[in-house]
Structures are given as C-alpha cells and as structure tokens.
C-alpha cells in the first residue's frame, strides 16, 4: 500500500453507504422498557415503539399508526395492545389492528410492522432487516454479560446518544492510542499510544491488543480499576469489535510480583446502534471480575470519558456535514479499525447484491505514515 493513500471517494467514505439491517442492535437496556409505558426510539432511521405486555414479554413495533400516521408512542397502551391517540384503533403485539372504535370490521391491511426482539443480557436486541433470517444464534455471545463467566459481575451503566455515525464511533473504540490524549489522565498516565499492539480478524470480529509491563497507577486511574496505587502491574488491554455494532475494551491488570494472585479485570461493553447517520446510541455496561460496588462518582466518571470521545464524534460529523471532507492520511494504529470499516462495507454490499463486487476493495487494509 503506498504511504499515504488518500480516502477521497464520498461513496466509500466510513458509513455513507449507511446500515447493515440484517444484524442484531441493541434497542434498549431491558430496565429501560416497562409495562404501562411506551418508549420511542429512532433506529436505523426508522421509527419503533418498545413496551411490554402485561406478563412481562418485551414489543417492538413500527411506530406509526397506518391510519392517519400518528406516532403510537403518542398514544398508551390498554392491555397487551396499544392504543393510538388519535382515533382509538388498538394494535396488538403483532402489529395487527385489532379494533376500530368506529366500525366493527377490521382490514387486514390496517396493521404495522412488529420486529424480531430478543432479551438477553441485559439488553433487549432488534432485527430491522429480513425477518426471515432473524436468528437469535447470530446475537454476539459475551456469555460473561449473563454472569456466567469466572462470577463475573455486569451492570448496565447509562446510554448516551451522540451526534456522530456509528463508524466514527468504532474508529474511536478500536484505536486505544487515543486513551493518552483524548482522556489525559483518566485511564492511563500517558503510556498507551506509544506501547506496541498486535491486530487480528475472525469472521466479524476485530481485535487489537496492547501491553505494556511494570506500571504504577496513579490514584485516580488505580481506584478506578480497584487496583492498589502502590503495587506494580503488567497492562493488557484488547479492543474487540464485534460488526458492526458491538465494541468490547477488555483491561487485564496482573501484579507484576505475584503471577498467583488472579488479574483485576474491568470490562467495558458499547453496543453502537445507529439512529440515524448522525446519530448514534451508544449502550454502555461493565463488566468485572470482582464485586461491582459501584458508586455515583464511578458512573460520573464513565460519563466523562465517553463524553469526550462524544465531542470528538460530533466534531467530525460536523466537519463532514459543512465542509464534506473525506480524506484522510491513516498510519499502522488505523489498521483494526480499518478492518472495521471494511466488513461492515462488506455486509452492506452483500445486502444490497449477493453477486456484486464488495465496497470494501476500494478502503485500504493498512496505510503506513
């Protein structure tokens, strides 16, 4: 690949060519979703209502009435059904119609969209493409999210929506080299971007690790990751990004005196669904291997740090939005999120023609400065 190579094409630029549809996005965390209440959310630009019958199952429906095109998330629910604000008419969880105040016969044509939902993990998962290849198998399997794993412990922390496409998104979560500059201070003190890495691919996984050996926390970062600020450890940190929707930063800390005491490790989970192609939600939990006593100044603390790749995200999008600016200059760092970029170009060309030459053969691999 020639030093340098520019990336100048619109329509190969990260995630302009827009979704893959048929995969599975996190909607909503599960506590987020409650019977009596409906919840509206925009995903993959496409309008859903989320709400839960009265035994408790989980409903996603497309969120517009057929009739007058009224939201349905205006309206409330009445049973297992909800009913639309404006003329009455009640939709059950199939999305069918399933009474009209005003007549007794009901039109089969009269019903809207009910969408595969899977709860798991905390999370309830959506399918926005063919229900017809809606397998519940493809939903990524991070057992340790059910709490299966090593007694791991998993608590959903908070969804921010950022104003960035998801791919920005990924580009942030896979480069780790810009933990020491963008979050100065908070999980590292300053030893990251210049430690060396290893990239590999698997099927729709991209990982990137880095270690670095014979660190001292200072105490901010050492309480952060319930690690003793007067002990030296050996660093692993691995970036795994399951395409195109699930980021993964898996930090493992071992005392570098005593390879008998287990790693401390502290997992961090995002799941990216894209609202729009400048907007993205980003659903975030952790994970840890010991008992997640979790306080008010812990959460703060995630807020700021997924605040700040935040800022990052929206200035890009605004960049892109005023100025259309494409091109870009990558180096050896850029290589997993690369690989990104490609396999969701990839899923995106295979849906739109299984027979066409993928996106992807015009997004470099690798580009060293």
Not at 159 to 179: A, C, K, R
Request: glycine share 8%; charged share 20%.
């Amino acid at each position: 690949m020639t030093a340098g190579t520019k990336l100048s094409n619109p329509s190969t630029y990260p995630g302009s060519q827009g979704y893959p549809r048929n995969q599975w996005y996190v909607a909503a965390f599960s506590n987020e979703v409650v019977t009596g209440s409906l919840l509206q959310r925009r995903l993959l630009d496409t309008p859903v209502v989320l709400y839960r019958t009265e035994s408790g199952e989980a409903v996603a429906l497309h969120d517009r009435c057929p009739h007058r095109g009224l939201p349905l998330s205006a309206g409330k629910q009445i049973g297992d059904r909800i009913q639309c604000g404006y003329h009455g008419m009640e939709f059950g969880t199939d999305g069918r119609c399933a009474l009209i105040p005003s007549q007794s016969t009901v039109p089969g044509a009269l019903s809207v969209r009910s969408y595969p939902l899977v709860e798991k993990w905390q999370w309830l998962w959506i399918w926005m493409g063919d229900e017809a290849a809606a397998d519940p198998a493809l939903i990524p399997d991070h057992d340790w999210l059910g709490l299966t794993r090593k007694g791991y412990s998993a608590v959903p922390w908070f969804m921010m929506e950022m104003g960035g496409n998801y791919v920005y998104l990924h580009d942030n979560l896979q480069d780790t080299s810009h933990v020491t500059f963008l979050h100065p201070g908070i999980l590292d003190d300053g030893e990251l971007a210049g430690a060396p890495f290893s990239v590999d691919e698997d099927a729709q996984i991209v990982r990137l690790t880095r270690k670095v050996s014979g660190l001292k926390f200072p105490g901010p970062v050492a309480h952060f990751f319930r690690v003793d600020e007067n002990r030296t450890y050996d660093r692993t940190l691995t970036t795994e990004t399951f395409a195109p929707s699930i980021s993964l930063a898996k930090q493992s800390l071992q005392d570098a005196g005593d390879s008998t005491i287990p790693p401390v490790e502290f997992y961090a989970l995002n799941a990216l669904t894209p609202a729009s192609m400048r907007s993205t939600y980003v659903f975030h939990t952790v994970a840890t291997s010991y008992e997640a006593a979790f306080q008010e100044a812990d959460f703060d603390k995630g807020r700021v740090i997924l605040g700040q790749d935040k800022v990052a995200t929206e200035i890009l999008q605004q960049r892109f939005d005023e100025y259309g600016e494409t091109e870009e200059r990558s180096v050896r760092a850029d290589k997993a999120g690369i690989l990104v970029r490609r396999m969701i170009a990839d899923m995106i060309a295979r849906e739109a023609d299984p027979q066409a030459p993928a996106l992807a053969a015009a997004i470099p691999a690798t580009q060293d400065a």
